[in-house]
């Protein structure tokens, strides 16, 4: 175990995180035109993660910052090759959180409906582009010699990158509904439930495909775990997560669900880290030119410096996080401070 | 028009743009925590009325900042690719530490900041506030850190192998602490507070000239009152001068650019307005003799070293450069004698509240204050040029080598249409918000203010007060 792989560790740890976290207000904010029928029940909603989506949206941003500081080069080459992808993240992003802001300022019905569709269009899309991004990061990319690739908006949207991306909306959706099950009663609540096992099946079959595909045409991530075949008890356990989230939903334990689906969540991304390990980045072009965590990544004192800054600063994190979801746990209720 | 010309109008527009939120979130954010212990000390319900108004603007101003924000952080990756390829073992930690230290803070409590009148008591509440007021500065520090790294590098190691040539940190602490991170934070510190206070100073005589909620109006004037004068006078006359210090050892060209001084000399004049001319190497306007020298270095007869000594295809925008510099500067002056009448009229004359022509200088001191510190700004970015790591790395090379020109335009045309958006949006909305003005308490507190948990004991032990 050395620096570079503690870090590449810790960066899919908090991009699990973020998953985790914003995945269900994303999965909230692309169901929520469909199961909400009444403005009351949209509040509830936008409410249920109103205290927490800017916490949550924290993570990515610090994926970033920690991509930046500890493989610097796969930084560069990842958001400069993507670029246009990266600016559709980026209005996605912004009109997501415009959207769950000035939705309520305004009473008017059109104002409302408007916003409404923003924001459920705005979680999908950027539910779909980060599983389109992560599909490709899993084929690889056209890096150059000099670290450079150039791909533009529409070689990304390969048929498995597509199919990753409907995925992760799929996932979102399911992670979402269960979030949304635990802070919700009633009719919104009943309606809900009767999404997930649509969402579970949709998700299910659409994850199979992944992973077939995978087998099949994703040769780098095949042979490693082919030949250490340990390696698929992390697949495995996101299979087993995930029966299990679906045992405990029907059996009515929705908290229990909703961490074996955050569980389920990590374990995928981990499952593909550990397919591209030690790449970052898997070049088409050639192999030699893969940005990998060791040629991609920063001088060990830097690396070193930022250890310390997150064991001291992630502990307090995680601290400040599990408080502010504890102290908005329960049903959500509307109040005047509310969106 | 090229990629690299693009890019830089790109970020300029967009980090201009997010510039005008978070000055506000630390400075609006200091002045709320000052009305939430005028609360908790006097128990009087004017300043309860008066935090719930000011933290649904906070919210507000808040959320621009945040989603802006994000651009940024994507920016360096995607058009300045080689730029953060040098300076990742450098910057990208500082950025990285930003995120662990200040945004889990800021994003964490504000939940509880923004939702929390009705569930915690004024303690607490105010307390969640001090937090996210609290990691907003602390995001300051980080970011202004790394952008002091940018104009006085040091702590670091130039190497070209292994390829591309990078910098490399030999000391964290210098890396942190380069010759101008205290000066300039202290003067954005300063200068963001002084905006905050002058948003309420402006929101309350609006109020005023409107005669509406008068009581409450005055009580809110009479708070930002004195924190505008105080923030105004220290930043203008001590932490601005601190920092025209900073930047003549450090980065000479950028002050002799920012005064218009090409011939170096004793008793170098300080411009007041004026206009350079860059074909005929002069400066004309009206200036003071001596007192650049003065500011500089502390004595009037002091030589400041001009243009001429430095090589002209190291120059920055010269007159831009002058121009926000000098807008800057004078908008900072201005600011005082508006505080310094206020102050006059309500002690000497007992009439600050009647005085209309006054009110509407207070009015639009908010306005000075955010130009200001966006000229500010633009003297210390515009003044780094052609340089984006100052003598080590020129914007020029820092750009990302994949970019077409129609990308970026395509971007720009992107940012240009969602930002005009944003910024109607923001505008629309907080003008709706200042129209309705402080609500009366009874629709505001669902709940009495008695009955919440005030102190993490009673939060941790029981149901939040609503859920019972």
């Not at chain 1, 090759?81 to 980026?90: D, I, S």
């Not at chain 2, 910098?167 to 905006?195: D, E, G, K, L, N």
């Not at chain 2, 243009?307 to 500067?329: G, R, S």
Request: net charge positive; with cysteine; charged share 10%.
């Amino acid at each position: 175990m050395n620096l570079n792989v503690i870090w590449f560790g810790l960066f899919l740890i908090i991009i699990a995180g973020y998953l985790i976290l914003d995945g269900f207000d994303l999965g909230v904010g692309s169901l929520h035109m469909f199961v909400a029928k009444k403005d009351e029940e949209r509040r509830i909603i936008l409410n249920s993660i109103g205290p927490v989506w800017d916490g949550n949206e924290v993570w990515l941003i610090l994926g970033g910052g920690v991509l930046f500081a500890a493989f610097p080069l796969a930084y560069a080459s990842l958001f400069s090759g993507f670029y246009l992808a990266m600016m559709l993240v980026l209005l996605v992003m912004i009109l997501r959180t415009v959207a769950i802001e000035f939705r309520s300022k305004r009473s008017s019905s059109k104002w409302r409906g408007a916003w409404d569709i923003v924001f459920g269009v705005s979680s999908l899309l950027l539910a779909l582009l980060l599983g389109v991004a992560f599909g490709n990061v899993l084929s690889g990319v056209p890096i150059d010699a000099n670290g450079n690739m150039q791909v533009t908006l529409f070689q990304l949207l390969t048929p498995f990158a597509l199919l990753v991306g409907i995925t992760a909306v799929a996932m979102f959706a399911l992670h979402g509904s269960i979030y949304l099950s635990l802070k919700t009663t009633g009719e919104l609540q009943a309606r809900l439930r009767k999404w997930m096992p649509r969402l579970m099946s949709v998700f299910f079959i659409l994850n199979t495909l992944v992973v077939l595909a995978i087998f099949l045409y994703r040769d780098p991530i095949s042979a490693r775990y082919i030949s250490n075949i340990w390696l698929v008890i992390f697949p495995l356990g996101a299979l087993i997560a995930a029966l299990v989230a679906w045992y405990l939903l029907r059996k009515g334990q929705d908290l229990q669900a909703f961490i074996a689906s955050g569980t389920m969540i990590a374990l995928l991304l981990i499952s593909g880290g550990i397919g591209i390990f030690p790449n970052l980045l898997i070049s088409t072009t050639d192999p030699r030119y893969n940005l990998t965590i060791y040629n991609a990544a920063s001088a060990s004192n830097t690396l070193t410096v930022m250890l310390i800054i997150a064991l001291i600063g992630m502990p307090l994190a995680l601290l400040y996080t599990a408080g502010v979801y504890y102290f908005f746990r329960g049903k959500t209720e509307l109040d005047t401070h509310s969106y | 028009m090229n990629a690299e010309l693009l890019s830089r109008l790109q970020f300029a527009l967009t980090a201009s743009f997010h510039f005008i939120y978070p000055p506000l979130s630390m400075g609006l954010g200091l002045m709320l925590i000052v009305i939430g212990i005028m609360y908790v000390r006097t128990k009087d319900p004017k300043w309860r009325r008066l935090s719930f108004f000011w933290i649904k603007v906070y919210g507000l101003i808040f959320a621009v900042g945040v989603a802006t924000g994000v651009v940024q952080e994507f920016e360096f990756g995607t058009n300045w690719a080689n730029y953060s390829r040098f300076v990742g073992n450098v910057f990208g930690s500082l950025l990285a530490a930003e995120g662990v230290f200040a945004f889990f803070l800021e994003g964490g409590f504000l939940g509880l900041m923004l939702f929390g009148g009705n569930r915690l008591g004024p303690k607490m509440w105010l307390a969640a506030t001090c937090l996210v007021v609290f990691g907003a500065h602390f995001s300051a520090i980080w970011i202004i850190m790394a952008n002091s790294w940018m104009q006085t590098p040091a702590g670091y190691t130039i190497q070209a192998l292994p390829t591309p040539v990078r910098a490399y940190m030999t000391q964290f602490v210098q890396v942190m602490f380069t010759p101008s991170f205290i000066p300039r934070i202290m003067h954005v510190w300063f200068a963001s507070w002084t905006a905050g206070s002058a948003l309420m100073l402006s929101v309350s005589a609006w109020y005023l000239l409107r005669k509406r909620h008068v009581e409450i109006a005055k009580a809110n004037l009479l708070v930002a009152l004195p924190f505008f004068i105080v923030f105004s006078i220290l930043n203008a006359l001590m932490f601005g001068p601190v920092q025209s210090t900073e930047v003549t050892n450090n980065q000479p060209l950028k002050l002799a650019s920012m005064e218009g001084l090409w011939q170096s000399q004793s008793c170098a004049p300080l411009y007041l307005v004026g206009w350079v001319n860059t074909t005929t190497e002069t400066t004309t306007g009206i200036s003071i003799p001596c007192l650049l020298s003065l500011v500089a270095y502390r004595n009037p007869q002091a030589v400041v070293t001009g243009l001429n000594d430095f090589p002209a295809n190291l120059y920055p925008p010269i007159n831009l450069v002058f121009q926000v510099y000098h807008f800057m500067f004078n908008i900072g002056f201005l600011l005082i004698p508006i505080g310094v009448l206020g102050l006059i009229w309500y002690f000497w004359k007992r009439k600050v509240f009647q005085a209309g022509w006054l009110l509407w200088l207070f009015v639009v001191t908010v306005f000075l204050a955010e130009i200001a510190i966006t000229a500010g700004w633009w003297t210390a970015e515009v003044g780094r040029q052609p340089w984006i790591v100052y003598n080590l790395l020129k914007t020029a090379q820092g750009t990302s080598p994949t970019l077409s020109t129609g990308e970026v335009a395509a971007s720009m045309v992107m940012f240009v249409g969602l930002y005009a958006l944003l910024f109607i949006l923001f505008i629309y909305l907080l003008n709706g918000k200042i129209q309705q003005g402080p609500e009366p308490l009874e629709d505001v507190e669902s709940v009495p203010v008695t009955s919440l948990p005030d102190s993490f004991r009673e939060i941790f032990r029981r149901r939040p007060a609503r859920a019972e």
